[in-house]
């Protein structure tokens, strides 16, 4: 059984950094990609990054285009997300996924297993 733990949010004031890892314990190696999504209170889970596992060929939303980085370490089973110049509408639950199949990478319903998320607080 896949299991994805969160860990590295908290509390920053607009225009510093965070950095998010997720540890997957439990996969195989028909996992296509890890995928960060994340979610406001009153709003739908938004597709954030993602990342292919094998390749390395990386996904962003264009709202984080350019601020965010996804990356990966495959000997630790382990995807980061690192958060810079963050801004107050970055804030949020974070949440890591990974998905088994080819298809649908900004997609939440196409990935199979989640996280538990952890809050991302921006101060103004």
């Known amino acids: 059984q896949v299991q994805l733990v969160e860990s590295g949010g908290g509390l920053v004031q607009a225009g510093g950094s965070l950095r998010l890892s997720c540890a997957a314990s439990?996969?195989?190696?028909?996992?296509?990609?890890m995928g960060w999504f994340r979610q406001a209170p009153g709003k739908e889970r938004e597709f954030v990054a993602a990342?292919?596992?094998?390749?390395?060929?990386?996904y962003y939303a264009d709202s984080v285009k350019g601020r965010f980085t996804i990356s990966r370490d495959n000997a630790k089973n382990t995807v980061y997300l690192q958060m810079n110049s963050l801004k107050p509408e970055d804030t949020a639950v974070y949440y890591c996924?990974?998905?088994?199949?080819?298809?649908?990478?900004?997609?939440?319903?196409?990935?199979?297993?989640w996280g538990q998320g952890t809050q991302v607080t921006v101060s103004s």
């Open positions: 439990g996969r195989t190696f028909s996992s296509y990609h």
């Open positions: 990342i292919r596992w094998s390749a390395g060929t990386t």
């Open positions: 996924a990974e998905k088994l199949t080819v298809g649908g990478v900004t997609y939440a319903t196409a990935y199979n297993f």
